[in-house]
């Protein structure tokens, strides 16, 4: 269970090590004997990380779970309340059943219907032996007396009859079912993906009113922000049916494969959350994202392009020029990049997935993989947004979308226009 913090460079990671440190996360090494609560309040926290709770929990420089964090969504700006036990302004007055029913059934103890910007729709499935753990890591942390602003929810999201009908359509109560029929190991990565993990939260398609149409993992342009968060099933975006274990693992943890790099919000996901999930478990997680990509695997690659005008090939050679004189020292003319530094662009699904945004986004925006223990100091991408005028963006976009084999739409100024402005449609 013992899991050692080293990832450097990350404040909210060393507040976190030491707001921990009451807790006997390093009990081997100073041979203390756990008690089971000890135990319990360990395993709490390694699921908290599990979960993200202080990812989202935690205000930039603010200290760990004392909440803050501002969350824009198309239906108003959230800020995360505090989590610590202070009794006045935190959970510090809470029972375990109290913390129970805001994870199970996002209800507040106080009456309050939670909204399901915590996603609890997720949680749901979450058992309660777990959130009992989670509770008693919480805890025991240090109280932090902080109020809890409140939040700026738009009309008419900010009515609460209407949270009511939207959680008798869209909210069940979940128990997580195994399924028999598989190993133990698929069971508990299906638990952690579909439970704590909460991925389908971003990974699922959202109705209007924002509930995740469960399970789907068919992917979505995320509500509020821009990025868009491809399909966990499709072969044509992120489906792990045909990555090896391995791979599955390594991108999980590390942010970066030679295939494949996580940019944005996955970034954060990994940086934040999975870089720490026990070997174990990411294992498990890596066989259910295997399993469900292979299950819904489509064929449309196999479907021929069409043969390019010259007036496109032409458009495709300004964009190749432009490549050449900004991009190729590090994504090479090969488009395959430097392995585990510079991503390739070559047979990326990043890249060439239906929807430009997230290439769009990564090339106005640069960014960095996550610094995680195995990749600590990542290579960066400088932003181009300062550089290019639009068209020349969408020329230089289509050109990676392909080349080398890549083929994918080409991308207007208006897609590029479109992003800029957060992606709305
Ligand atoms: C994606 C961001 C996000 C994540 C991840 C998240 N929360 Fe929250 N949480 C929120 C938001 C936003 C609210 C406030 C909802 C509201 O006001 O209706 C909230 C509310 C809560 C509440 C209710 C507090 C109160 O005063 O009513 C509790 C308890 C809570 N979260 C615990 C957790 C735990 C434990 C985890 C990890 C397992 C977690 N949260 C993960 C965003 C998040
Ligand atoms: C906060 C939103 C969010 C959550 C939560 C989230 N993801 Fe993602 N994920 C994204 C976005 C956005 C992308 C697209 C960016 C990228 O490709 O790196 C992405 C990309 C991915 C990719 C493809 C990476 C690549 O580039 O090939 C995989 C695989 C993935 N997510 C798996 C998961 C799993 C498993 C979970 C749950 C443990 C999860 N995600 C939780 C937002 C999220
Ligand atoms: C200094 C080196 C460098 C230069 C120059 C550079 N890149 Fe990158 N590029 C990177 C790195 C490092 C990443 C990974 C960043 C991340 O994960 O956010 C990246 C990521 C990307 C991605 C996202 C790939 C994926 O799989 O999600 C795209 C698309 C991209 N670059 C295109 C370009 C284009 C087009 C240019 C030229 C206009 C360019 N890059 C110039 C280093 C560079």
């Known amino acids: 269970m013992q899991k050692h913090i080293v990832s450097a460079g990350s404040l909210v990671i060393v507040l976190f090590a030491l707001i921990s440190a009451p807790v006997p996360v390093y009990a081997e090494s100073i041979q203390l004997i756990p008690t089971a609560s ?75 219907m ?49 949270l009511y009908f939207w959680r008798k359509l869209y909210f069940k109560e979940g128990v997580f079912n195994p399924d028999n029929s598989k190993s133990k190991e698929w069971n508990r990565g299906a638990y952690l993906v579909q439970g704590l993990g909460h991925c389908s939260a971003c990974h699922s398609s959202r109705n209007f009113l924002g509930a995740s149409q469960e399970e789907k993992f068919i992917g979505k342009k995320m509500t509020g922000v821009s990025w868009y968060a491809p399909s966990l099933t499709s072969r044509l975006e992120a489906g792990s049916g045909e990555l090896e274990i391995n791979e599955i693992t390594e991108l999980l943890t590390s942010g970066i494969t030679r295939n494949a790099v996580a940019s944005g919000h996955m970034a954060t996901v990994i940086r934040q959350s999975l870089q720490f999930v026990l070997p174990e478990d990411i294992r498990a997680i890596a066989i259910y994202l295997k399993s469900i990509g292979k299950e819904n695997s489509d064929v449309a690659s196999a479907e021929s392009f069409p043969v390019l005008s010259k007036n ?54 640069g960014g960095f993989p996550p610094n995680t223990t195995g990749n600590p100091r990542p290579y960066g991408m400088p932003p181009f947004q300062q550089i290019f005028h639009d068209e020349e963006m969408a020329l230089v976009v289509s050109y990676i979308r392909n080349a080398w084999g890549n083929h994918s739409s080409l991308v207007t100024e208006i897609d590029i226009e479109r992003s800029r402005n957060g992606g709305r449609d």
């Open 38 to 112: 000890d135990q319990n309040k360990s395993l709490g926290e390694y699921l908290s990380r599990v979960g993200n709770c202080m990812g989202c929990h935690t205000a930039k420089g603010g200290v760990s779970f004392s909440g803050g964090k501002k969350m824009y969504t198309s239906f108003g700006v959230f800020i995360t309340p505090n989590i610590t036990p202070d009794r006045k302004t935190g959970i510090g007055h809470w029972s375990k059943e109290d913390f129970w029913g805001a994870l199970h059934r996002g209800e507040s103890p106080d009456g309050r």
């Open 312 to 365: 496109i090939r032409s458009r495709l050679a300004q964009g190749g020029k432009l490549y050449t004189k900004y991009c190729e020292d590090c994504h090479q003319s090969s488009g395959r990049g430097i392995p585990g530094i510079y991503p390739s662009l070559a047979g990326s699904r990043s890249v060439t997935m239906a929807s430009p945004l997230n290439t769009i986004l990564s090339v106005m925006k």
């Open 114 to 162: 939670l909204y399901p910007s915590f996603p609890y729709t997720e949680y749901t499935k979450v058992t309660r032996k777990d959130t009992d753990a989670i509770f008693d890591y919480l805890m025991s942390l240090e109280p932090v007396s902080k109020d809890n602003p409140s939040d700026k929810i738009f009309f008419p999201y900010n009515l609460k009859p209407l």
